[in-house]
């Protein structure tokens, strides 16, 4: 049996197979509950308000000079059909500020960029991301971004309804910040 000492100098080691594989006992985490749980650098942007056809409803702006934005999803409930599409935008925001809800109660940590609700004017579409058609309903829908969307410093995205008829509408936008050098 061969051994790799901790390297804290405890005198504490790891067993290592002959086939050389680690002998432990392991906890995995998410990313998501990581970032959350030991950095309380994970939130949630809230909207609700009838909301018109064709507009941009709410934006982020990453101006983090360490984290990008991990975008993981949305939470949608309409009272009418709705198409809402996840675009990456230009442009200089202007509406409502939001604060996002950082969701580790005792983190006090803020979210670092610019957050817009309601109608945001100001955008200019570069590339739409991702498109989700939502059936009237009484329940919400979680869509995930199986791949997250990266948000860099600088960068902005913002969600814009295609046909939303006037009537309520209901986001949760979650996201958290990742080191752009790891977790």
């Avoid at 202007?94 to 945001?120: H, K, M, Q, R, W």
């Avoid at 991702?130 to 969600?159: C, K, M, P, T």
Wanted: with cysteine.
């Amino acid at each position: 049996m061969f051994y790799i000492e901790d390297g804290k100098g405890s005198g504490n080691k790891v067993g290592v197979t002959n086939e050389n594989r680690l002998m432990s006992e392991c906890i995995t985490l998410s990313g998501e509950h990581h970032t959350n749980h030991h950095n309380g650098e994970a939130y949630n942007l809230l909207y609700s308000d009838d909301t018109a056809d064709n507009t941009y409803f709410m934006y982020m702006k990453n101006t983090s000079d360490n984290y990008d934005i991990s975008f993981e999803g949305i939470d949608v409930r309409s009272a009418a059909n709705v198409v809402i599409e996840v675009r990456i935008v230009t442009g200089t925001a202007s509406g409502t500020e939001a604060t996002p809800a950082n969701l580790n109660c005792g983190a006090g940590n803020e979210a670092d960029g610019d957050f817009y609700i309601g109608t945001v004017a100001g955008l200019t579409n570069r590339t739409i991301l991702q498109r989700y058609w939502v059936a009237a309903g009484n329940e919400s829908n979680h869509f995930n971004f199986e791949q997250d969307i990266i948000v860099s410093r600088g960068q902005a995205i913002a969600l814009y309804t295609e046909t939303a008829d006037g009537s309520a509408l209901g986001v949760t936008a979650n996201f958290n910040y990742h080191n752009i050098e790891g977790i």
